[in-house]
């Protein structure tokens, strides 16, 4: 009810705003985007923030300096695909040096 009220007023001060205004212009886009601004509230699993995928490349901002020397394009393609697995064991509640050692 809460969304449907705001969406209501958004579209109500649309019709007051001049179109060419910066106001009336972040409204659009709001308003455009409404489905996906939204989407939160109609799907149980759906976070309404993306704190897990800051989370998951914070190793990635952490490592900055180490990745030069990956060596290559192909060393930097590499430690993605081990990032990723990284990522994928600590979502799923499982240990990442067990399960790399377990699958190697």
């Known amino acids: 009810p809460l ?3 705001l969406e209501s007023w958004l579209r109500e ?3 007051t705003l001049s179109r060419h205004s910066e ?3 972040a409204f659009a886009y709001a308003l455009n985007q409404w489905p996906a601004l939204t989407y939160y509230a109609d799907d149980g699993w759906a976070e309404a923030d993306n704190n897990i995928a800051e989370n998951a490349l914070r ?6 300096k180490n ?3 990956f060596g290559s394009d192909h060393g930097g393609e590499r430690g993605a695909l081990l990032y990723s697995l990284i ?3 600590k979502l799923n509640g499982v240990e990442p040096e067990s399960y790399l050692r ?3």
Do not use: E, H, I, Q
């Open 3 to 5: 969304l449907k009220s």
């Open 13 to 15: 001060k649309m019709k």
């Open 23 to 25: 106001l009336a212009k």
């Open 59 to 64: 190793m990635v901002s952490l490592g900055r």
């Open 67 to 69: 990745y030069l020397f």
């Open 87 to 89: 990522g994928t064991c």
């Open 102 to 104: 377990y699958v190697l």
